[in-house]
């Protein structure tokens, strides 16, 4: 069976030798090609008028975690927590989530990447998990002081869902780094995973041949079977 070329948002950064960075981590690429997929990197630069050639190459795409998004696109509740903002890449990750939709190519959002989708189909998000919402679930494990495999809390996955589906259980042990969250999920989506405190972990878009997100970072957790069964059910939609 033909690898499907799957493009990977990428995040920027500004280093420590005043460069400009386009990067992505390790786990997505490796994720991806384990699962028979041939992962293409896409920079926030872009050209945003030459997106349709790219995606008429590309058999799936995957908007990925990262810095947060700008508070302006959603009406949000402006935060000092709230960093990393790139507008450069929220606009392009909106324009491809669009694009990808209309043209059904099979999408997967991870951490921010659930939550840009929501945004793009005009939804809204927590901009601090810690000051606008009331939990005793520590969200944010930030890799300088936890292993990027560490398991923070359970996800209970609504039956007959995608989600569902593809785990083949009613609870799932995930990890968990992020300090936004959806909040009001857009009329398009089904929500179908909540954390043990209500939060939303992730939600599909029906009527499509695959389009889903979740709040974690599965391509962390590889090494459990039902992670991998993500990133297996995206790469064989995308070989459909």
């Known amino acids: 069976m033909t690898s499907p070329f799957i493009g990977i948002t990428t995040n920027r950064y ?14 997505y690429t490796t994720a991806v090609r384990d699962a028979g997929g041939l992962p293409v990197m896409i920079p926030n630069e872009f050209p945003l008028e030459k997106l349709d050639d790219l995606l008429s190459h590309l058999q799936g795409l995957i908007i990925s975690g990262g810095g947060d998004i700008q508070t302006s696109r959603f009406n949000g509740v402006d935060s000092d927590a709230v960093d990393d903002v790139v507008s450069d ?3 392009l990750e909106i324009r491809l989530v669009h694009l990808a939709l209309e043209a059904d190519l099979p999408l997967l959002g991870i951490c921010r990447g659930i939550q840009l989708i929501n945004v793009a189909l005009g939804g809204s998000l927590y901009t601090d998990i810690p000051t606008q919402f009331r939990t005793s679930i520590r969200h944010s494990n930030p890799p300088s002081a936890y292993d990027r495999s560490h398991i923070a809390h359970r996800v209970t996955l609504e039956q007959g869902s995608v989600l569902h589906s593809i785990l083949g259980t009613n609870e799932i042990e995930v990890n968990s780094r992020h300090h936004q969250a959806v909040k009001d ?29 979740v709040q974690w970072h599965p391509e962390n957790l590889q090494l459990m079977p039902e992670h991998r069964a993500i990133f297996t059910a995206f790469i064989r939609a995308a070989q459909a």
């Open 89 to 91: 890449r929220d606009e």
């Open 185 to 213: 999920p857009a009329n398009r989506v089904r929500v179908t995973a909540h954390a043990t405190d209500g939060l939303i972990e992730g939600f599909e878009i029906p009527g499509r041949r695959f389009a889903l997100g």
């Open 14 to 27: 500004n280093t420590t030798t005043k460069d400009t960075t386009n990067s992505l981590s390790l786990a």
